[in-house]
């Protein structure tokens, strides 16, 4: 009886290894692609200050890296959209897009088509006039990516999420601002355009409280 307790203990735990949860396999995926040398691009991230994002294009499955914003003090007008890929893709079918400063990539199906679909936030150069720069999305259309502005306007952007705010179904865009501020969520209508509001989110660590 003993033994057949011992038995069953060893059994269990393998039996939930082997069932991954589709989190848990992104997951291994992205650590794999990590170890690879020649796609790690986090040293490129440590030294060049971009933020980029695991993401699968055209939804075979496997994850690809999004980058942009590279080298913003010297990258004059922005770069275009850089992708580390372990299977080969064709990324002329992704529109090219240009950010200056990008400071957030968030990935969720905007489009309700079951791909993955970017929204990219950035803030441009970061010195005084501290012009911000636009957020756009890039997103799955037959076969291929397409970039839309979601006009959500300039702004000095820092970070946002995708989320249905108001439980119809589709997704909607909340970008944020650095410090004190008024940042702004955008609602998704049916026909996929976003009706921008204003929101009062916080306050700065140095404002007052
Ligand atoms: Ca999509
Ligand atoms: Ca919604």
Known sequence: MKLF?????ILIPLGVRADLTSLEKKNKYACEVKKNIDLNPFPYLQYEGAHGSFVDFFGD????FYD????????K???NNVIYSKNEIDQSKIERVKMVWLRKVAIADINVDGKDDLFLLGHGWDKPPFPGEKSMLLLSHKGEYKSKDPKLGVGFWHSGAIGDLNNDGLPDL?????GKGTNVFALQNKSGQFKKKSLQLGSSSIGKR
């Open 5 to 9: 307790t011992v038995f069953l203990l």
């Open 68 to 75: 942009n914003g590279r080298n913003y003090w010297k990258n």
């Open 174 to 178: 909340l970008a944020v601002k650095g």
């Open 61 to 64: 499955g496997k994850l690809e």
């Open 77 to 79: 007008g922005g770069t």
